[in-house]
């Protein structure tokens, strides 16, 4: 990342977040593939195409920014799955439980409001390294914690550390990789974000039968600590690199520059665009962030799963998101390539996952585990694939130097509507939540997207650009 004083070869956030949308998935970015097509397949593909006259370390660091991701989610998910146990050992209502979680909302929206800022003052590899070590030594602080309020404090630490990360690989990835690339590179690093929710209840039920809670949080926290010394063994700006070759730095920086222009969040307010795409977030990142909090409470509640048990049926419902991810950006981008409108693409793509998260509302009532654990990870699945569509309309709608601002402001309004549900959802649940008191959630989860999409087509019927000069 460049400094303040290197201003020729910065790198925004904004410009890398225009770059990243058209394609948007490992799908779009391949062409025709298949929907099971997996990231190690893409990754193993794209280093085909870097011939060995122009290097291929830009991989390396693309690599460093998976693990990150899949450190940052493993972190993240360590208290949910403890949850239901912790819950036992402190006493604690299911109202206490989504209190602590909320507060890490919280931190996260506001960490996501400086991330960006802090990132280009002090640099990625700066900055990336004190986000990371924040994030981790919060973690480890949940085993120290034994209270309500010391519990939220660390959450709230905790939120604040990991809204970093994204902003930090995004702005990464501007740095290391051409316009043609960052697609696929942004796809493989967000893939450690599925990874991590697939490792978590493998590691974390194993850590907590052997060592206890306590050492559950030290543990994954410590990897992250870990991950510090490759990270600055290995990365430098590529100007600065010792190991990079003049052909790959070449071939880096092969785009021609581009001016940075900030725009202004209150600038956008006033136009449909901006609303349709902040709404649609608020509703349903609200939803998918449910999911990673209290589906392990759901489970043990209303199908008496035990901590030991966790691993196969949340490996499932996240290996079917992941694939999920690659089949909705797939489904657009072939109805674009086919001839169709963006228009069409996007919002065919976006009724199909609308229309396959209604089944979920079925979940309290089937009595089969395995019948809820395929509802759930179709809607996991349908949630991706709507989320991969959603988050490429943001270029769809708006010009580059505003993408970066727009997206801003989803992922805030995603974290406001993650604690509007949680401060809902510690209402209904009360002291011995059960399947009844979780039905109003799901029939929530069911009618969101298909909301949203009607919200979307309303505001935006063609999903005509803004016009940023004028207002509507």
Same mark, same amino acid.
């Given at each position: 990342?460049?400094?303040?004083?290197?201003?020729?070869?910065?790198?925004?956030?904004?410009?890398? +977040?225009?770059?990243?949308?058209?394609?948007?998935?490992?799908?779009?970015?391949?062409?025709?593939?298949?929907?099971?097509?997996?990231? #190690? $397949?893409?990754?193993?593909?794209?280093?085909?195409?870097?011939?060995?006259?122009?290097?291929?370390?830009?991989?390396?660091?693309?690599?460093?920014?998976?693990?990150?991701? /899949?450190?940052?989610?493993?972190? =993240?998910?360590?208290?949910?799955?403890?949850?239901?146990?912790?819950?036992?050992?402190?006493?604690?209502?299911?109202?206490?439980? #989504?209190?602590?979680?909320?507060?890490? &909302?919280?931190?996260?929206?506001?960490?996501?409001?400086?991330?960006?800022?802090?990132? %280009?003052?002090?640099?990625?590899?700066?900055?990336?390294?004190?986000?990371?070590?924040?994030?981790?030594?919060?973690?480890?602080?949940?085993?120290?914690?034994?209270?309500?309020? !010391?519990?939220?404090?660390?959450?709230?630490?905790? !939120?604040?550390?990991?809204?970093?990360?994204?902003?930090?690989?995004?702005?990464?990835?501007? &740095?290391?990789?051409?316009?043609?690339?960052?697609?696929?590179?942004?796809?493989?690093?967000?893939?450690?974000?599925?990874?991590?929710?697939?490792?978590?209840?493998?590691?974390?039920?194993?850590?907590?039968?052997?060592?206890?809670?306590?050492?559950?949080?030290?543990? #994954?926290?410590?990897?992250?600590?870990?991950?510090?010394?490759?990270?600055?063994?290995?990365?430098?700006?590529?100007?600065?690199?010792?190991?990079?070759? =003049?052909?790959?730095?070449?071939?880096?920086?092969?785009?021609?520059?581009?001016?940075?222009? @900030?725009?202004?969040?209150?600038?956008?307010?006033?136009?449909?665009? #901006?609303?349709?795409?902040?709404?649609?977030?608020?509703?349903? %990142?609200?939803?998918?962030?449910?999911?990673?909090?209290?589906?392990?409470?759901?489970?043990?509640?209303?199908?008496?799963?035990?901590?030991? @048990?966790?691993?196969?049926?949340?490996?499932?419902?996240?290996?079917?998101?992941?694939?999920?991810?690659?089949? *909705?950006?797939?489904?657009?981008?072939?109805?674009?390539?086919?001839?169709?409108?963006?228009?069409?693409?996007?919002?065919?793509?976006?009724?199909?996952?609308?229309?396959? +998260?209604?089944?979920? +509302?079925?979940?309290?009532?089937? *009595? @089969?585990?395995?019948?809820?654990?395929?509802? +759930?990870?179709?809607?996991?699945?349908?949630?991706?694939?709507?989320?991969?569509?959603?988050? /490429?309309?943001?270029?769809?709608?708006?010009?580059?130097?505003?993408?970066?601002?727009?997206? *801003?402001? $989803?992922?805030?309004?995603?974290?406001?509507?993650?604690?509007?549900?949680?401060?809902?959802? $510690?209402?209904?649940? *009360? %002291?011995?939540?059960?399947?009844?008191?979780?039905?109003?959630?799901?029939?929530?989860?069911?009618?969101?997207?298909?909301?949203?999409?009607?919200?979307?087509?309303?505001?935006?019927? =063609?999903?005509?650009?803004?016009?940023?000069? /004028?207002?509507?």
């Amino acid at each position: 990342m460049s400094s303040p004083r290197d201003e020729k070869s910065d790198h925004t956030v904004a410009d890398v +977040v225009e770059a990243t949308q058209e394609p948007v998935s490992l799908s779009e970015n391949e062409g025709d593939q298949s929907t099971g097509s997996s990231v #190690t $397949g893409a990754a193993i593909a794209a280093a085909e195409t870097a011939t060995t006259r122009i290097g291929r370390y830009r991989w390396v660091i693309c690599a460093l920014l998976f693990f990150a991701t /899949t450190v940052n989610y493993v972190d =993240r998910l360590v208290f949910g799955i403890l949850g239901p146990e912790l819950q036992k050992t402190f006493g604690w209502s299911a109202k206490d439980y #989504t209190d602590i979680v909320f507060w890490f &909302e919280v931190a996260y929206a506001i960490g996501l409001l400086g991330a960006g800022r802090v990132l %280009d003052w002090i640099g990625t590899r700066a900055g990336y390294a004190i986000s990371l070590t924040f994030w981790s030594l919060a973690s480890i602080l949940h085993a120290f914690m034994g209270s309500i309020f !010391g519990f939220s404090v660390a959450r709230f630490l905790l !939120g604040l550390g990991e809204a970093g990360n994204f902003p930090a690989a995004i702005k990464t990835v501007a &740095e290391w990789f051409p316009k043609k690339e960052r697609a696929l590179a942004t796809g493989i690093f967000n893939a450690g974000s599925n990874v991590g929710a697939i490792i978590a209840p493998l590691a974390v039920p194993w850590l907590y039968i052997n060592w206890g809670w306590r050492w559950a949080f030290i543990m #994954t926290g410590a990897i992250g600590l870990v991950w510090l010394f490759f990270w600055f063994a290995f990365y430098h700006r590529p100007e600065e690199h010792p190991k990079i070759s =003049r052909e790959e730095l070449a071939y880096i920086q092969s785009d021609p520059p581009e001016p940075t222009v @900030n725009i202004p969040w209150l600038s956008l307010l006033p136009h449909r665009q #901006t609303w349709a795409f902040v709404i649609a977030k608020f509703a349903t %990142d609200a939803i998918w962030r449910w999911y990673l909090y209290l589906l392990p409470l759901f489970f043990v509640q209303v199908f008496g799963l035990d901590i030991k @048990n966790f691993g196969p049926p949340f490996v499932v419902i996240y290996l079917m998101a992941d694939v999920g991810s690659v089949a *909705g950006g797939w489904l657009s981008s072939k109805l674009i390539k086919g001839g169709r409108s963006v228009n069409f693409g996007r919002k065919v793509a976006l009724l199909v996952c609308a229309l396959a +998260v209604i089944p979920v +509302v079925l979940v309290t009532h089937v *009595g @089969n585990m395995w019948i809820a654990v395929f509802l +759930v990870g179709l809607a996991a699945a349908a949630h991706q694939g709507w989320s991969a569509n959603l988050f /490429t309309t943001a270029s769809d709608m708006f010009p580059k130097q505003a993408v970066g601002s727009i997206v *801003g402001l $989803g992922g805030m309004a995603g974290a406001l509507g993650a604690m509007a549900i949680l401060l809902l959802t $510690g209402q209904l649940l *009360g %002291d011995k939540p059960d399947a009844a008191s979780f039905a109003p959630l799901f029939i929530l989860a069911a009618s969101a997207y298909v909301g949203s999409l009607l919200i979307i087509h309303l505001l935006v019927p =063609r999903l005509e650009p803004a016009r940023l000069g /004028t207002v509507g």
